[in-house]
Structures are given as structure tokens and as C-alpha cells.
Nanobody
Framework: QVQLVESGGGLVQAGASLRLSCTAS????????MAWFRQAPGKEREFVAS????????RYADSVKGRFTISKDNANKMVYLQMNSLKREDTAVYYC?????????????????????WGQGTQVTVSS
């Protein structure tokens, strides 16, 4: 059983920074890639960033490129999302996701269907 637990969300003002963390656990945990998605009220879940465990290749949504950074800690099975210059439109529940199946490229791992395991989410609210 794979468990993903997100933390680090909160209420911040526009322009501030937050760092989200995702801890993976479970004896059967096996993953080739991790990702962050987000979902705002009334909207579909959307891709934010993804990363390969093996080589650290990353992919970002255009809306966060240059502001957000995804990183990993292989030894502790943790993934982070550093969010800088936050905007009101970044307000959402942020979810951590894990993919177990092999993929040759990080570029295709941008849809929720590409990831089988999900955390419960952490709320990020950005006020103006």
C-alpha cells in the first residue's frame, strides 16, 4: 500500500513563497516519477510539475515555469514544490502523485491518468 502525504500549504499574500512537501511510504512503494497537480474550486485537476526519480528530469506547466521548482530526496522518498512569487490564481488544493509504470520521458507525464497513487492534498490560498 502506497501512501503519499502532502504538507506545507497555507494562506499567504501574493508575492510570497511556500514550500510543499510530499512524503511517500509503504513497503510496496515503487515509483519512476512524481508530480504535483492542483485543483481550484469548480475546475479540473491540472498539472503543475513532474520529476523522474532516476535522473531528476523535470517538466513544468507554462503557468508556473520560472516561479515553481520541483525537487526530490531519493533517500527519504520525499518530493518538494518550492513556490515563489505566488499569485491569486495559484490558489488551489495541491496534490502529490506517484507513477509506478515505466516511462521513457518525463514530457508525457502531465495528465492525472498517468499517475496511479495520490495524496489527500494540501490547501494553498493566495490573497491579494
Amino acid at each position: 500500500q502506497v501512501q503519499l502525504v502532502e504538507s506545507g500549504g497555507g494562506l499567504v499574500q501574493a508575492g510570497a513563497s511556500l514550500r510543499l512537501s510530499c512524503t511517500a511510504s509503504g513497503r510496496a512503494f515503487s515509483s519512476v516519477a512524481m508530480a504535483w497537480f492542483r485543483q481550484a474550486p469548480g475546475k479540473e485537476r491540472e498539472f503543475v510539475a513532474s520529476i523522474f526519480w532516476s535522473n531528476g528530469d523535470t517538466r513544468y506547466a507554462d503557468s508556473v515555469k520560472g516561479r515553481f521548482t520541483i525537487s526530490k530526496d531519493n533517500a527519504n522518498k520525499m518530493v518538494y514544490l518550492q513556490m515563489n512569487s505566488l499569485k491569486r490564481e495559484d490558489t488551489a488544493v495541491y496534490y502529490c502523485a506517484s507513477r509506478r509504470l515505466y516511462s521513457s520521458s518525463i514530457n508525457g507525464l502531465t495528465t492525472p491518468s498517468a499517475f496511479a497513487s495520490w495524496g489527500q492534498g494540501t490547501q494553498v490560498t493566495v490573497s491579494s
